[in-house]
């Protein structure tokens, strides 16, 4: 349960940062607008008046339906605002009113609303001044938003270490409390794997004795066709009995513990030789390609079945007179391993759910061929514990079995009982 744990913690930080970013992008955006319109409020006003800020009592004098309607302007606004008006005639700017800023010469002035008439925009951003050019005027003004743009920049900081913080404690408790949140589905998953195991050995005796009774009734009274159908299904329930005993004590460990030096290569070659008789019985050529002195760190036992359950699907599905490929190389840092076999494929199927318990995608995984469902799961568990990854690649012609698996897994010494003791 450790990784939806993890699937939890880390999709509640990513939720809460992707909402705390929208809140600050809608927060910027509101506030670029209300600047926007303010700055242009002022700089269509101070074009009705040919340049300059009016005083209050003229502001208030002027119809509405003509007024520029800012908020907050009152007595002080035309001495608190910073802006330089150029006048220009043609294409070229020939004065500079200044007198109502002081970061600004003239020369600069009569530079920018070069720049501005170059552009031939009637509002915009030139650095921190928002402009309006005006050509029936002759005019173009520049208003200071320095004040605005500081004040919005540090409210964004602010905000944003805040929902910073915010995030941080989110997802610590959180992470606390996904101990909880999880807690029914480990009990129920340890239930479920509890019943499996049971049920399992708890067929196992029945099985056995049917098995031998079968044996005793073709010994009495000869092989008959009732008597083959008993051992043949008694045969395929042992198997499917033994495979998911195998697949529940695979999803009972997080990590495995026997790791060493294993040759690959070798026990790919070898289960691709003893499966070359079926191959032969179907008409179907086999193609290898495997390095044979192929070395990773793994368990032995788990990856000589996971190249046995690949390499045993593509015997059960390869169409009569198909072909069968076979690829192993070493890289790196991985090693990649590729079962191909022709066959008929649903291209629109979701291949992803091969690796699920019991599925099938279509007719032709049929239980005739012999299959359970549970290999491919088997296979998915052993190269998720080697650190790797498979896929099912449908193909033109077949499906392609592709797996990287890490070469370079840690060696994990088995953890002792309780009741072990160090040696003296």
Known sequence: MKKLRT????????????????????????????????????TELILKYDGILPQFNDYKKMDDDTRIQIYSYDEESPYRQRYFVVKIEGNNAYSADISHIASVNENDAIKMSQIVMNENNETGYLNKFRFRYSKDSDLVIFFDCSDDIF??????VIISLIAFAFVIMITIVFYFLSSIIVKPFEEN?????????????????????????????????GENEWITNITTQVTRISELVNELLTLNRLEEVEEITDVRPVNIGEITEKTANDFSEVFKGKNVTMKCDIQSDAVINGNPAQLERLVSVLIENASKYAVENGIVEIRLHKGSRYTFFNVF??????????????????????????????GHGIGLSIAKRIVTLHGGTIEAVPKENGLSFNVR???????????KEKNDKDPA
């Open 405 to 415: 698996l890490s070469n370079k897994l840690k060696q994990i010494k088995p953890r």
């Open 189 to 221: 998953s340890k239930m479920q794997k509890r019943f499996i195991t049971d049920a399992s050995h708890e067929l196992k005796t029945p099985l056995a004795i049917i098995s031998a009774n079968a044996e005793v009734l073709a010994y009495k009274d």
């Open 341 to 370: 076999n022709t066959c008929e494929t649903d291209q629109n199927a979701d291949f992803k759910h091969l690796f699920d318990r019991f599925y099938r995608p279509d007719t032709s995984r049929a239980s005739e061929t012999g």
């Open 7 to 42: 699937k939890i913690v880390v999709g509640v930080f990513l939720s809460a940062t992707v909402v705390f970013m929208l809140t600050i992008f809608f927060f910027w955006l509101s506030t670029q607008i209300n600047m926007d319109n303010r700055a242009d409020y002022m």
């Open 151 to 156: 004040s919005q920049r540090r409210l964004i």
